[in-house]
């Protein structure tokens, strides 16, 4: 069974550019979550993705974006990109299912440098 | 607010020592899940377990065994007779059912270095 797929593994962009990062979850996973991670703040929740909808989100600015497909695969955008997002951003994926926390998978992440 | 705490930022020990990583989490949840990730220097999260708030039994799974004690809100990890390929972060995370369960939030990390 293929595990989370995140492209592109690296990136590097400069200020004021957008940047979108895709997640593949696994096989038959409908919940896509993404996470931040920087040397500063540590692992941060930044939202999550359940059939097509945001079911949960963390406190980040309104640049920072995402959305889920049919497929289930997502997608997370960041516009006006500040030297701060500079980070390994996570994706993971679960069944997604109600009354328990299934096992969150996690994909090698997208490692991005704003210049 | 929900909360994870990991004091311990950086731990050696001498492989086949025992070593024991904290984790203190506050909530106000009664319903919660507990869980401990690897991150190994390809960074991807490795998940080790989870704990429902209902079950406060210890578990063991080789090497590892992990100890759950509501009333101090600790969950602890041992790792016995560690390996040089036990270095890697760990990280303790903390969901709660009334932020969706998929939601988690994490403690800062144990950079764990065995020394050969």
């Known amino acids: 069974k293929a595990g989370v797929t995140q492209t592109p593994r690296y990136l590097i962009k400069t200020r004021g550019q957008q940047v979108t990062l895709s997640c593949s979850p696994i096989s038959g996973h409908r919940s896509v979550s993404w996470y931040q991670q920087t040397p500063g703040q540590g692992l941060q929740f930044l939202f999550e993705y359940f059939s097509e909808t945001q079911r949960n989100k963390g406190n980040f600015p309104g640049r920072f974006s995402g959305r889920q497909f049919s497929n289930s695969r997502s997608e997370m955008n960041v516009s006006t990109l500040e030297l701060g997002d500079s980070a390994l951003y996570l994706c993971?994926?679960?069944?997604?299912?109600?009354?328990?926390?299934?096992?969150?998978?996690f994909g090698p992440g997208t490692r991005l440098t704003v210049l | 607010a929900q909360k994870v705490t990991q004091a311990q930022t950086e731990i050696s020990v001498v492989e086949k020592e025992d070593v024991t990583l904290d984790c203190v989490y506050e909530t106000r949840d009664t319903t919660y899940y507990l869980f401990w990730y690897k991150q190994p220097p390809s960074g991807e999260l490795v998940f080790l377990i989870r704990r429902n708030s209902f079950d406060e039994q210890n578990e063991i799974s080789g090497r590892y065994s992990w100890n759950f004690q509501k009333s101090t809100s600790s969950f602890n990890f041992t790792i016995t007779a560690s390996q040089v390929v036990d270095s890697a972060v760990y990280f303790c995370?903390?969901?709660?059912?009334?932020?969706?369960?998929?939601?988690?939030?994490f403690g800062t990390g144990t950079r764990l270095t065995i020394i050969p």
């Open positions: 993971a994926s679960s069944l997604g299912g109600t009354g328990g926390s299934d096992e969150q998978f």
């Open positions: 995370a903390l969901s709660e059912s009334r932020f969706g369960n998929e939601k988690l939030t």
